[in-house]
């Protein structure tokens, strides 16, 4: 006899992998995400109040579906009898209510693929800011509760729900339409919905601040939302590329901490420890990327060095001419200082660290690195190598008072006690 904990157990279980595409279908019926969350959640309370007693149904997706479908029609229903008790006491108000009620009981019975792409793209609009977009994104395809996604990026919760509310209401203020835009605006709209899910992954694989090193829910989240992409979108080679960059950099998680949390830096990682299904999954991703002309697309050239790594079974394997060839093509396709200063790395394990100094003091000075801790610990290093241990230890610090991730401000301050 199933336990009613084992029932509410399941029904969270259920929860998460259906709740995306219940939201999606029902925002296609309501064309508000707000109605539709609020209907999803009806659907859900009334599953914790029936499912304890007749059990989870064999087809639980579906008879959420339904009963949020009974909600909306319900919703439609009473909304439009308000209008026409109003218009009989002469308001003579205009609504947006179906004239006809039965249409809505069609409503969700298309493809849930389309339906999860249109929501991919609606969270995603370049309208709103970057931190609305993770947020909204987040809430409405990750399934994270407010409490989670707060907790994540070390933010109040108050500041996370008014985030996802303003969002919200600026899509329905606009009047953005719910669907997959076309042509220019879609590739724009595009490299919107991918800078969203490579942020989300970023913050988790090297969380920006608070106590550890990562945030592998993040990660998760970020590479689970890129699969649905790229099932939904297969002829698109940035959302394979940017997927095979995740799981190749998902395959290391395990191995770049130790025990008590402290990084590993890649060189000194147990590859043996790497994930090789991610791997394998990651370099088909990046192998169709490249079946469909995206070679030197930004995401497939990222993927394509991770690739590198992976490909190497010890350290010393690796092939780092290649790695500085793919930074090199990388930095004219989407030119930055970042992407300088990383390929002034990949140039130290080929060529040396003066050679890769030489590089980091053309662009040391450049304000986009004016507060970014890794130029100095990058520097630092380079310095260190080439035995200018005071030097070295002046920039330690300097990255340790820059960043805000305690783990990685310890292991700086130790590097800087080293020299």
Partial sequence: ?????????????????????????????????????????????????????????????????????RRAIDYFRHKKMAATKLVEVGHGIETDIPDQIETLHDALDDDVGDDLLRLIFTSCHPILPAESRVALTLRLLGGLTTEEIARAFLAAEPTIGQRIVRAKKAIA????????????????????????????????????????????????????????????????????????????????????????????????????????????????????????????????????????????????????????????????????PVIELNRAVAISMAEGPAAALALIDTIKDDPALKNYHLLYGVRGDMLSKLGRHTEAMLEFRRAAQLTHNEREKTYLLNRAEAG
């Fill in 1 to 69: 006899m199933t336990s009613q904990s084992e029932t509410h157990s399941a029904i969270t279980a259920v929860w998460k992998l259906e709740q995306p595409r219940l939201i999606a279908g029902l925002t296609r019926m309501v064309r508000d995400i707000s109605l539709a969350e609020e209907l999803a959640q009806d659907a859900l309370v009334i599953a914790l109040k029936t499912w304890p007693d007749s059990g989870v149904p064999k087809n639980p997706g579906a008879w959420l579906t339904q009963t949020a479908k």
């Fill in 173 to 336: 203020d606009a009047k953005i339409p719910f669907e997959v835009p076309r042509g220019l605006e879609r590739a724009e709209r595009l490299a919107s919905v991918l800078g969203v899910l490579y942020l989300i992954f970023n913050e988790g694989y090297s969380a920006t601040a608070g106590d550890d090193w990562m945030r592998p829910q993040l990660c998760e989240e970020a590479t689970r939302l890129g699969r649905v992409l790229a099932r939904l979108a297969p002829d698109e080679p940035e959302v394979h590329a940017l997927v095979a960059l995740m799981e190749i950099q998902s395959s290391r998680l395990g191995a770049r901490t130790d025990a008590k949390g402290h990084p590993i830096l890649l060189q000194d990682q147990d590859r043996a420890r790497w994930d090789q299904l991610l791997i394998r999954r990651g370099l088909a991703a990046l192998a169709r990327a490249e079946e469909l002309d995206g070679a030197n697309g930004p995401y497939a050239l990222q993927a394509a060095i991770a690739a590198c790594h992976a490909r190497a079974r010890h350290a010393e394997d690796t092939d780092w001419p290649r790695i500085v060839a793919l930074y090199a093509t990388l930095a004219q396709v989407t030119p930055s």
